[in-house]
């Protein structure tokens, strides 16, 4: 099989270049970008990808000189671009200020990796340094009006660099210039199907469950219902036969209303055997106790996941030499925690805390579908006959509702931002801050920002697209704007955010409303339009009560994502209903993409 390397130099969207390209029909593997050039001679193509380094820092990832003496053609991606004009004889230069967000470049050869465009075109810029002399050989391709080589090649060695990201959906045609890389420039054919791939995990799950001694160990699941988890396992039970896999589902409380009955029912009419329901809700609880910080709560969520599955395999006396440990993790959720070689951990997903990465060191857990992409999973899963309605699923994060609730150590007030809320009066709206941070992603960056709240005006999509942008982009102390569906204008002195830590009393109102929230995208025909739909609970409190967060987000794989602009008279709906709980006071919608902001907020 064909296959295309990128090479890691630390960027989160490192996996998306490859999604990408796997998406037109190429095989595309990441392997570190200091992997020696003898070993990349195989693939048909290179792609060196952005990252958050700078090429004069001490330290920084540097490729294998000789990759440059390969006869394959090479793509490289912002930091990419900027390596290749180091190594190759051009001049990169620290900049003074950070590009970030939307430009437009103008296209200077349309041709190659440009053919097909126009000669101007919208792509997203993410960038300190910049190549300010090209390298010997290499031709002007495209400039920016901040940044003079947004892209440049030598069509006799077929180099290409670029110093935007073509991967997002930001930029309009990036695919197209993937594309062109792939088909136009590399010559490769549109060959990989990843629903063709099952006889093949199949075979490689029943290599991965020999141990050293050659012998057969069984494994263990513990499922949580989601496309990723499902799909993984009826492939080990197809792998292995049913006798040799069990599932334990465990209830850690955070679950959304009835999904335990739920995820039961669905396995029995899958056929997959009954499915052990363990209840370990108290023991969460108690866990995460007056704990606020969100990261600290992923911490505690993840090893107490590690935890429980320990206990349930001492007390069953299962022996770690005859099980392992079954995950349905994918390949996203191990980049954003860092799992890349260079990566920024932006959050640490629950299956990568320190105790999984120790059992996966000794080989001891089976991740079927971690060189998969969810769109591949939901590929897989219909291969194997699973049922829509269960592909169809919104994904849901292993440490559910309580990463959905926020939490704030001490009482705090709403504040006023005069810088913020002139932008805002600008497009009509009222704006303050609310101190209560949640995660952003800014140039391949962990942010911890405050929330800007927008009201006192009607939801105009196209103004508050804009808006938002605006206001990401020249006050980075923000990272996410929501704005207030109910009540429409807020009158500040009212507001406070009140001390709330994890508890079963909230937990229990976030599944109410998220209950709410799920049934009206169903009814309303908007669930299959939109990829996820976070609901979350602030501590914002007028009447004692809370705030609920609306985040309808379009993705195809979680790693970029659009806010969904459900129509204003639904919103009103919706925020409606809401507003009839109780112990709600207040409904906002969030209105930022990610990036800046992350889907979840914690
Ligand atoms: P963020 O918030 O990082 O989320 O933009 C990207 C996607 O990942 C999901 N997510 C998780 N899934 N365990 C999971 O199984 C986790 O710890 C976790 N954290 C985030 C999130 O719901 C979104 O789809």
């Not at 349309?110 to 002399?133: C, K, N, P, T």
């Not at 052990?276 to 969520?301: M, S």
Request: proline content about 6%; glycine content about 8%; some cysteine.
């Amino acid at each position: 099989m064909e296959k295309v390397v990128v090479l890691d130099s630390g960027g989160q969207y490192c996996h998306l270049i490859a999604r990408k390209i796997r998406e037109l029909g190429v095989y595309a593997e990441i392997r570190p970008v200091g992997t020696k050039a003898s070993r990349l001679a195989a693939y048909r193509g290179v792609v060196i990808s952005g990252g958050p380094a700078s090429v004069f820092e001490p330290g920084s990832p540097q490729p294998d000189p000789a990759l440059f003496r390969l006869p394959i053609p090479i793509l490289g991606i912002c930091y990419g671009q900027q390596l290749m004009a180091q190594h190759l004889g051009g001049k990169v230069e620290p900049g003074h200020t950070r590009e970030f967000g939307e430009a437009s470049i103008t296209v200077k050869s349309r041709r190659s990796i440009f053919a097909g465009l126009a000669e101007r075109e919208r792509v997203w810029m993410s960038h300190g340094d910049y190549v300010s002399q090209m390298p010997p050989g290499f031709r002007l391709m495209a400039t920016t009006r901040d940044c003079v080589v947004a892209a440049m090649g030598d069509e006799s060695r077929r180099f290409y660099a670029v110093q935007f990201h073509p991967e997002v959906a930001h930029t309009v045609h990036g695919q197209k210039i993937l594309s062109n890389f792939l088909f136009g420039v590399g010559g490769c054919k549109p060959e990989w199907r990843p629903a063709d791939r099952v006889a093949q995990v199949e075979a490689a799950i029943r290599r991965q469950v020999r141990d050293r001694q050659a012998r057969e160990r069984k494994v263990l699941f513990f499922l949580s219902g989601g496309v990723d988890s499902t799909v993984a396992f009826t492939l080990a039970v197809r792998a292995l036969g049913p006798d040799r896999v069990h599932a334990i589902y465990v209830n850690t409380g955070f679950m959304r209303q009835g999904e335990t009955k739920e995820i039961s029912e669905v396995f029995e009419h899958l056929g997959l055997g009954s499915l052990e329901v363990v209840d370990e809700r108290k023991r969460f609880f108690a866990a995460l106790r007056g704990v606020t910080d969100p990261e600290t709560k992923r911490k505690i969520i993840g090893r107490l996941f590690v935890d429980v599955q320990d206990h349930i395999l001492a007390r069953r006396r299962y022996s770690t030499k005859e099980w392992m440990l079954g995950q349905g993790t994918i390949y996203p959720d191990t980049i954003e925690s860092g799992g890349t070689q260079h990566a920024e951990v932006i959050k640490t997903h629950h299956n990568r805390v320190d105790r999984i990465r120790q059992l996966i060191a000794e080989k001891r857990v089976l991740e079927p579908l971690s060189q998969f992409y969810k769109d591949e999973v939901r590929r897989l899963g219909h291969a194997l006959g699973l049922p829509d309605s269960v592909l169809r699923r919104h994904p849901f994060p292993g440490p559910g509702l309580a990463i959905r609730c926020l939490c704030a150590e001490k009482k705090l007030y709403p504040e006023p931002d005069e810088g913020i809320a002139t932008l805002a009066a600008q497009a009509g709206y009222q704006a303050f801050l609310l101190p209560l941070h949640s995660v952003g992603v800014q140039g391949d960056m962990r942010t911890y920002g405050k929330l800007t709240v927008l009201h006192g005006a009607e939801i105009h999509h196209e103004v508050l697209a804009e808006l938002t942008t605006r206001i990401t982009n020249s006050f980075p102390h923000t990272n996410r704007v929501a704005v207030a569906l109910w009540p429409c204008e807020i009158d500040l002195a009212q507001w406070h955010i009140r001390r709330a830590t994890l508890t079963p009393q909230r937990i229990h109102l976030l599944q109410e409303v998220d209950h709410i929230v799920t049934r009206f995208l169903h009814e309303q025909f908007l669930y299959d339009l939109i990829w996820q739909c976070p609901v979350v609970l602030l501590p914002l409190s007028r009447n004692g009560g809370e705030t609920v967060a609306l985040r309808p987000i379009s993705s195809v794989d979680g790693m970029t994502a659009e806010v969904v602009h459900i129509p204003v008279p639904q919103l009103a709906q919706l925020a409606h209903e809401l507003a009839q709980v109780d112990g709600i006071d207040g409904v906002l919608f969030d209105i930022s993409n990610k990036p800046p902001s992350t889907i979840e907020w914690e």
